[in-house]
């Protein structure tokens, strides 16, 4: 699975996409921010997962904030990337990735867009 960061998506927010996922990614994915973010409240990188093959270089980093700041680019970085948001927020976003870890699952899902740089997944590899 894919993450890229597409900057420029129309007059769309910019967007960090993870694609195309599959049931087992999704489900790999899931249990590694349950156990990581929510289990042990420390940073999970994204884009080290085995699973992952990142985009130009990008960087999702992962984890609990006080406050939901979203996914922020990194100062003087191109495309690396803080994913902070609260635990609840983690949770609400877990919910809406176990969609994808069912037999049926087909679409997109944006996991965040609380601020400027959307986080989303998608069974089918980037359109844009």
């Known amino acids: 699975m894919e993450l ?4 420029d998506v129309g007059h769309y927010s910019p967007l960090i996409i993870m694609s195309p ?4 990614k999704a489900d790999q994915l899931h249990k590694a ?3 990581v ?7 999970l990188d994204i884009h080290t997962l085995p699973f992952i093959t990142p985009v130009d270089g990008c960087k999702l980093s992962a984890q609990i904030a006080e406050q939901d700041d ?3 680019l990194i100062e003087k970085t191109k495309n690396h990337f803080t994913w ?28 965040d867009d609380t601020l400027g740089i959307s ?3 998608s069974t089918y590899y980037r359109q844009w």
């Open 4 to 7: 890229e960061y597409i900057p």
């Open 21 to 24: 996922i599959t049931p087992t």
């Open 33 to 35: 921010i349950q156990d």
């Open 37 to 43: 973010i929510l289990g042990a409240g420390e940073t």
């Open 70 to 72: 979203g996914a922020v």
């Open 84 to 111: 902070k948001l609260t635990r609840d927020s983690w949770e609400f976003s877990l919910r809406l990735l176990a969609h994808f870890t069912g037999p049926d699952c087909s679409g997109f899902q944006y996991l």
């Open 119 to 121: 986080v989303i997944i």
